[in-house]
């Protein structure tokens, strides 16, 4: 394997996933201007991907993130937070990745 080639891969991944928080955060903020639905979800979607693909790059695997995520929503959902308590946000996602 190449390092540098691996190392220059991280860094692309990491730059787009900062640039699509940043125009997820400009779309947001014209949110109110006309319907962005559209750009919302692919500017979601792109971050997720990315960070799937960044944990790959770092020698993680998918299951591992998912299997990671499940317990932060499980100890948030435990843990009373706002989210949980006033929409179930947190056992409603984690019931999502867990049916996948």
Avoid: C, Q, W
């Amino acid at each position: 394997m190449n390092i540098a080639a691996n190392l220059r891969a991280i860094d692309t991944v990491k730059s787009e996933i900062l640039s699509e928080v940043a125009k997820l955060y400009r779309t947001l903020a014209d949110y109110d201007d006309g319907p962005l639905y559209d750009e919302v979800i692919e500017e979601l979607a792109t971050i997720n991907a990315m960070s799937y693909i960044l944990a790959r790059r770092l020698g993680m695997d998918e299951r591992s993130v998912d299997d990671k995520m499940l317990a932060l929503l499980s100890a948030a959902a435990d843990n009373g937070h706002e989210l949980e308590a006033e929409f179930s946000d947190m056992s409603e996602l984690a019931a999502y990745v867990r049916g996948r």
